[in-house]
Structures are given as structure tokens and as C-alpha cells.
């Protein structure tokens, strides 16, 4: 148990909708990141936000939106979905940033999240 | 984009035997990182590499960081079946927290 968790664990929804995904990062943590893993984009990563602020941007759709809230849990909001964005999300956390010399602060990945667009 | 293209793509072994993988990149990186992943689960650190030449153990799992800092490899010894999984490997790209992953290696262990 990484102590990185998500909701739903799975998710079943049309083309068109909008979901809601949600991760709560380990007590202490204050970065959180989202990626998509896909059959053949693999693992992307989408976005970073530390201590309520966006911090790094990846491959994310415009239709695609995220926030961290005040007390450190993350939202992404997927919207008029797609068959092709049914994939595996997860969420990781770290302490930090990163040190300055770029230094990597381990990430911790939650379970994920089953999204799957009929 | 920085892209990071890992061999083979999956592994047919025997229990006991030892496995090697490993993880090329077009462009330089400071840290590579291997994971495990577990079906149903998220990636989970393995190995962290964070210099030139480095050679690090977790048990027995034992990753090189290449000289050229474009290369890695990961080397499991006598497998178990617990071993089995998919293996990423992944390195910061464009930033020390974004994290770019290989393709993954699915290794299967027949008992």
C-alpha cells in the first residue's frame, strides 16, 4: 500500500460524459501528479501540481482539466469523452519538487483508476 | 519528446532463471528509475540510479546507470514467481518530477 489513494477504482460511463476522479496523496506529500496509462500510449504523464498550484504541464487534453484542492487531494475532470480516453489513471505523490541541482523526489502511485468510455 | 525505448518487450522464462532488460533513450538523463508493475496496481520503485557508471542492489535486482547517461539495464536474479509483472523503466524528461516511461517489459515466469 503505497498510502496514495483513488476513486473510483473503476468507472464505466458514454462518450460524451464527464467523470470526476479524485486521489488523496500520502499524509505529508504536497506534489501530486496525474498519468494515463494506455495499450498503446503506455504510461503518459499529464500534469503536476504542488501545494495547490499547477507545476508542470504534459501531453493533457484541453478537454482535461485538474486542481488540487487546500487540504492536498487532487480532481481530474475528464469531459465529452472519448472510446480512446478508456484507459488506467493514476495518481502519484512526492514530497517536493525535486531538489535544485534536479534531484528526483520519489513518486508514489496509487491504485488507479478504470476508465472505460462505451 | 524525450522517449525512452525498452527491450524485449516481454520475457518467457524459467523459475530460477536470471533476467536481463534494458532501457535506451535518443538524449541524456540525470536519474533513471526502474519500477514494477503489478496487475491491478500502480508502478512501484524498484531501483533508483542517480550517477554515471552507478551500480545499484535491492536485493535481487541489480540496475547499472550507462556512462553515456543514455542507457540503463536492470538484472534479476533467480527468478521467483512474485517476480512476475510488467518492468518500466523512466527518467525525468523536461523537468525533474516528469517522469518519461519505456514501454514496459512483461516478464512471465513458468514454474
Known amino acids: 500500500d503505497s498510502g496514495v489513494t483513488q476513486t473510483p477504482k473503476h468507472l464505466i460511463t458514454a462518450t460524451g460524459q464527464r467523470v470526476t476522479l479524485r486521489c488523496s496523496p500520502r499524509?505529508?506529500?504536497?506534489?501530486v501528479y496525474w498519468y494515463q496509462q494506455s495499450l498503446d500510449q503506455g504510461l503518459q504523464f499529464l500534469i503536476q501540481y504542488y501545494n495547490g498550484e499547477e507545476r508542470a504541464k504534459g501531453n493533457i487534453l484541453e478537454r482535461f482539466s485538474a486542481q488540487q484542492f487546500p487540504d492536498l487531494h487532487s480532481e481530474l475532470n475528464l469531459s465529452s469523452l472519448e472510446l480512446g480516453d478508456s484507459a488506467l489513471y493514476f495518481c502519484?505523490?512526492?514530497?517536493?519538487?525535486?531538489?535544485?541541482?534536479?534531484?528526483?523526489?520519489?513518486?508514489?502511485f496509487g491504485p488507479g483508476t478504470r476508465l472505460t468510455v462505451l | 519528446g524525450q522517449q525512452l525505448n525498452q527491450s524485449p518487450q516481454s520475457m518467457f522464462i524459467q523459475e530460477g532463471e536470471d533476467v536481463s532488460m534494458n532501457c535506451t533513450s535518443s538524449s541524456i538523463f540525470n536519474t533513471w528509475l526502474w519500477y514494477k508493475q503489478d496487475p491491478g496496481e500502480g508502478p512501484v520503485l524498484l531501483i533508483a540510479l542517480y550517477k554515471a557508471g552507478e551500480l545499484t542492489s535491492n536485493g535481487r535486482l541489480t540496475a547499472q546507470f550507462g556512462i553515456t547517461r543514455k542507457d540503463s539495464f536492470l538484472n534479476i536474479s533467480a527468478s521467483i514467481p512474485s517476480d512476475v509483472g510488467i518492468y518500466f523503466c523512466a527518467g525525468p524528461g523536461g523537468g525533474a518530477q516528469k517522469l518519461v516511461f519505456g514501454q514496459g517489459t512483461r516478464l512471465t515466469i513458468n514454474p
Open positions: 499524509s505529508g506529500d504536497l506534489s
Open positions: 502519484a505523490s512526492s514530497v517536493g519538487i525535486g531538489t535544485s541541482g534536479g534531484g528526483y523526489n520519489e513518486q508514489f
